[in-house]
């Protein structure tokens, strides 16, 4: 109902408490949050500068998350403020099909200065989840382009999480993301995850054991044969459920079998992309390269949504036949390479670069590590894992309640100026990579005394 009543600073006739938060917060429907628990006690931040956000209260929390996994060089960095601030007033929008901007050219050889050897295409989206998408429409169309149509499976993981789009829970390995959904895609299966707390908990790195669960590659090509296969996606290190690393040598016999079969191998570096491990790209990081990447959140520094796919030459050159007015590849989004977005990603590899920050990560990460590690022997802690600036502290469950525990430890956390997050009952910290020791030191600390006083 159309009211002239200002319902922000002045009672609204509807209803009997007039500032009732839950009268204020009824309309946004929260993404991937427990709706109600949070309008009854909402959890709200007003500014950020740096390493910190801020209450509309005024009380200071440390980012131990860098946002989501994104905010890489830190908050309300100058030099991207200014970038958007310039591009909304010079041009807001550009449509981007039959159209283009400078700034998006430009960002794209920027990227591809930065990427592995070979990945030297960009194709521009908006998110991680629409990089997903992108990426194994690329693999499906790339083996038909070329003849060989029949190359239509998709092999995703256990325990991975590749967005939430319609392809993406179909590749990706979460149940609660996937069984509401219907029958997802069709043709895809699945490769084994590779956590294995018996054999390797409390690594420091990657673990030692479980190279050979890359074989599931080749079961997976027995039972369904190669050429029905497009495509295996993973990601390097799978963020989302808990900070799993790959076993050594793993990512590199999964080259190996993607490369005996003619499977295209895609890396998805939503999470791991941008400095994160310690390198630019975990690609890089690992000296592993795939056919296809993808990336979002770090590549803007969180600051105007994006995403990117990084292709090989022979695969976008697959789609450049027929006449040269038709077009070679019918997907694109209405905000692909929006100017905003490319303004803000240019200020960010600026800062990257000034600042050295992608690889920031490798400096900062022995201390990193030890400070994670002193938290082995607390009450309920199962393991510590760690590589770059990632870091996943498993806890024991309480029996019966999965997830209860770390979600406390959150709760504690924030309420001592913490930000941290848990899923499952893993805690995940992946702080921006201007951390400084003091704040390794205030994270950890925290972290002890709460799961000191939850014991
Ligand atoms: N792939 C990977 C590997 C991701 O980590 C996506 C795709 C999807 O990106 P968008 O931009 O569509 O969200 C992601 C996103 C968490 C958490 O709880 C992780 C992500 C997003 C939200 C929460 O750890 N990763
Ligand atoms: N739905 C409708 C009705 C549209 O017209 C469009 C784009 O024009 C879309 C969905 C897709 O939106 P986007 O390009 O922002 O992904």
Redesign the pocket.
């Known amino acids: 109902m159309y009211t002239e009543v200002d319902t922000i600073t002045a009672p609204h006739p509807d209803v009997a408490t007039p500032a009732a938060p839950a009268a204020k917060m009824d309309a946004y429907w929260m993404p991937?949050t427990a709706n109600r628990q949070f309008k009854k006690s909402p959890r709200m931040l007003a500014k950020a500068a740096g390493m910190y956000f801020w209450t509309p209260e005024g009380r200071q929390i440390l980012d131990g998350i860098a946002g989501?996994?994104c905010v890489n060089a830190g908050h309300a960095r100058p030099r991207i403020v200014k970038a958007i601030a310039e591009q909304a007033a010079e041009m807001d929008f550009a449509p981007p099909f039959n159209m283009g901007h400078p700034k998006a050219f430009e960002l794209a050889e920027r990227l591809v200065e930065l990427t592995p050897k070979g990945l030297n295409k960009v194709f521009y989206t908006n998110?991680?989840?629409?990089?997903?998408e992108t990426a194994l429409k690329m693999a499906v169309a790339y083996h038909r382009v070329r003849g060989e149509g029949a190359r239509t499976r998709l092999i995703g993981r256990e325990r991975?999480?590749?967005?939430?789009?319609f392809g993406?829970i179909s590749v990706g390995g979460i149940v609660a993301n996937r069984k509401m959904f219907g029958p997802l895609l069709a043709g895809v299966d699945h490769m084994r995850h590779t956590h294995d707390l018996a054999r390797n908990a409390y690594s420091r790195g990657v673990p030692e054991f479980g190279a050979e669960l890359a074989d599931d590659l080749e079961r997976l090509v027995t039972l369904h044969d190669a050429s029905t296969i497009a495509a295996v996606i993973v990601?390097p290190v799978?963020?989302?459920t808990g900070v799993l690393l790959p076993p050594k040598g793993y990512l590199q016999r999964l080259r190996e079998i993607c490369d005996k079969h003619g499977i295209l191998l895609i890396f998805?570096?939503?999470?791991?992309g941008f400095g994160r491990l310690g390198s630019p790209f975990a690609a890089t990081h690992f000296g592993v390269t795939p056919d296809l990447m993808?990336v979002?959140?770090g590549i803007t520094n969180g600051c105007v949504?994006m995403?990117a796919v990084f292709a090989k030459q022979h695969i976008h050159d697959a789609f450049m036949n027929g006449p040269d007015h038709m077009i070679e590849f019918f997907h694109g989004y209405t905000y692909s390479a929006h100017p905003l977005a490319c303004a803000a990603a240019l200020g960010t590899l600026d800062t990257y670069a000034e600042e050295g920050l992608l690889t920031r990560g490798a400096k900062m990460a022995p201390l990193f590590e030890t400070a994670l590690h002193s938290l082995k022997g607390l009450p309920h802690v199962i393991d510590v894992r760690n590589i770059g600036l990632v870091g996943g502290i498993e806890l024991a469950p309480i029996a019966g309640q999965p997830g209860k525990r770390a979600f406390d430890v959150f709760l504690e956390c924030w309420e001592r100026g913490l930000l941290i997050?848990t899923?499952g009952d893993t805690i995940?910290l992946s702080p921006p990579l201007i951390i400084e020791d003091a704040h390794i030191q205030q994270i950890v600390g925290t972290l002890a005394d709460v799961l000191k006083k939850l014991a």
Do not use: C, M, Q
């Open positions: 991937f989501l996994w998110s991680g989840s629409e990089a997903v991975g999480y590749h967005g939430v789009n993406g990601e799978a963020g989302s998805d570096e939503v999470i791991t993808t979002a959140k949504p995403g997050r899923t995940a």
